[in-house]
Every structure is written in C-alpha cells, then in structure tokens.
C-alpha cells in the first residue's frame, strides 16, 4: 500500500528565501511521485512528476524535487521564494505496475513574508 | 486552451435537496477522478474511472453518493440527499491513461448545505 506524509502543515519563509517542503512516501513497488501546487479557490496544478528517470527532476517557477530512494523521500526546493509562491503545496505518489491510483498527501501551505 | 470544466462553480442548497455535479473532461482523457476537499479531511478520492467505468468507489458514501460516466466528455456526482457535512469542494480531475500520469484539475464546485 502507497501512503505520502508531508511534514509541516505550515512552513513560513521571507521572501528570498530558500523554500524546502517535505514530502515522505511509502510504496512497496517504484513509485510515481508528483507535487501540485494549488493557489486560492482554484484546482491544484502540476509542478512536477517523477517517473524513474532523471533523479532530480526540474519544475515550473523555478521548483526541482530531488528523488531519495534510500531515504524514501521526494522534497521540494526553491532557491528564492516570490511572493506569487504563496499557495497549498501537494505531494503525490502513485504505484507502477498497479491501479495507479493516486495518493495524496495532506499538503503543506507556504506562506512568504516580504 | 484544453482545460476540465465544472459546473455549478457555487451551489447553496438545504439539507435533504438533491445535488448534481458535472464535470467535462479534456477531450481524449480516458481517465477521471472525483475529489472532495475540505478543511479537517484534506484531499479524498471518491471515485475513479477509466474509459467511463468505475474502477474504485470506496471513498464514496454509497448510500447517498452516486459518480456516472454518461458518455466521454460528462461525468456526474450526484448527491441525494445532502446534509451539511457534504459541504466541501469537489474536484475532478482528468488524465490520459491511468493516474500515474499528470492529472488536470478543474475548479471545483464549491458546494455549501445549509
């Protein structure tokens, strides 16, 4: 069984700032991992997926999310945050080989102070 | 500009009404999800298609819950009769080919039962 654990329900950074947000998974078979980004009253969006090729895997904004198999981790990283940055953050895992279904995590809001 | 769309955006209803939810998938998206969200539970799975059959309804309440595929491009959640813990936002999602692929979101129905 696959489940995620994003560690922080909050994280508080100024802007400029380096952003980590973490994201634990467990899964008894290579994972699929993604993170989503949800901004106010909207639908969540793609930032990133792992799908077991590069290790460190390059999103949009300026995100990247390094694959830790040893560690069982998938953490996501932006060098400087923005203000626009401010927004619900979702780590995903998904199993290959079975149903593909998604599991998410309880996500972790970022705010960024100026 | 492919996107999912969902309708109502916003729905005020009292308890014991019936509510519908529609949703239009990306056009070749073969996969759909239907997701509630609210404060305390975070992102739940409801239902899960794939080529407008139901593989996995566990997180609905079968009692009062129902997820059709009429055809391609509608899927529905039907809710009858509400009560005020339906109040959350639902989202669906589309995706081609399974859910170890990027999912898309739409904007959810905001839906408040009094």
């Known amino acids: 069984a696959q489940s995620v654990t994003q560690l922080g329900s909050h994280v508080s950074v100024s802007e400029g700032a380096l952003v980590l947000l973490r994201c634990n998974y467990s899964s008894s078979v290579p994972p699929y991992l993604f993170w989503y980004v949800q901004y106010p009253n909207q639908g969540l969006q793609l930032l990133l997926k792992y799908t077991s090729a590069a290790t460190l895997v390059k999103g949009i904004n300026g995100f990247e999310a390094e694959f830790k198999k040893s560690e069982t981790s998938f953490h996501l990283t932006k060098p400087s945050a923005h203000m626009s940055d401010a927004a619900e953050y979702f780590c995903?895992?998904?199993?290959?080989?079975?149903?593909?279904?998604?599991?998410f995590g309880r996500g972790t809001s970022l705010i960024v102070h100026p | 500009d492919a996107r999912v769309t969902q309708t109502p955006r916003h729905k005020v209803t009292e308890m014991g009404q019936e509510v519908t939810m529609r949703c239009q998938p990306i056009?070749?998206?073969?996969?759909v999800f239907w997701y509630r969200q609210t404060m305390m539970q975070g992102l739940e799975l409801l239902a899960y298609f794939r080529n407008r059959a139901p593989l996995d309804d566990s997180g609905m309440p079968k009692d009062r819950f129902s997820a059709e595929m009429p055809d391609a491009t509608l899927a529905t959640l039907k809710i009858q009769p509400s009560e005020p813990r339906d109040s959350a936002v639902y989202f669906c999602?589309?995706?081609?080919?399974?859910?170890?692929?990027?999912?898309?979101f739409g904007p959810g129905t905001r839906l408040t039962v009094l």
């Open positions: 999602a589309s995706a081609a080919n399974g859910g170890y692929n990027e999912q898309f």
């Open positions: 995903a895992v998904s199993e290959s080989g079975g149903s593909y279904i998604p599991t």
């Open positions: 056009l070749g998206h073969n996969t």
